[in-house]
């Protein structure tokens, strides 16, 4: 490369914003349709466990824990967040949120009830 070619293009650099993220310092903006960490409402579950049987990574485990009433587990170090399971659920008790802060330093923490 040609000496004035590398400064023109030293110099334009030097006015344009960078093109780097300032998280953590700043949240991110995921947007509306972003499918991170799941949120589950228990009082619209009836226990069917089709979210389970169209899991690709066999992330959610539907628990019986009272009569008509149920819990669910999530394997965070499994699930692909696809957002199958919320599309299968017939009646709404599954939703996708825009959280994507999960990293975790202790693994007894990977699976998560929701």
Same mark, same amino acid.
């Given at each position: ?43 619209? %579950? @009836?226990? $069917?466990?089709? &979210?389970?049987?169209? #899991? =690709?990574?066999? !992330? ?6 009272? *009569? ?10 499994? %699930? @692909?967040? $696809?957002?199958? &399971?919320?599309?299968? #659920? =017939?009646?709404? !008790? ?6 994507? *802060? ?13």
């Amino acid at each position: 490369m040609q000496p004035g070619k590398i400064l023109n293009v030293v110099l334009r650099s030097l006015f344009k914003k960078p093109v780097t993220s300032r998280y953590p310092a700043e949240k991110l903006d995921m947007g509306d349709k972003y499918r991170g960490k799941l949120k589950f409402y228990q009082e619209l %579950c @009836i226990g $069917c466990k089709l &979210c389970m049987r169209d #899991c =690709p990574s066999n !992330a959610i485990t539907i628990k019986k824990i009272g *009569e008509k009433q149920f819990s669910a587990e999530l394997d965070l170090g499994k %699930c @692909i967040y $696809c957002g199958q &399971c919320v599309d299968t #659920c =017939p009646k709404k !008790a599954l939703e996708a949120t825009n959280n994507v *802060e999960l990293a975790q330093l202790d693994y007894s923490k990977e699976r998560v009830v929701l």
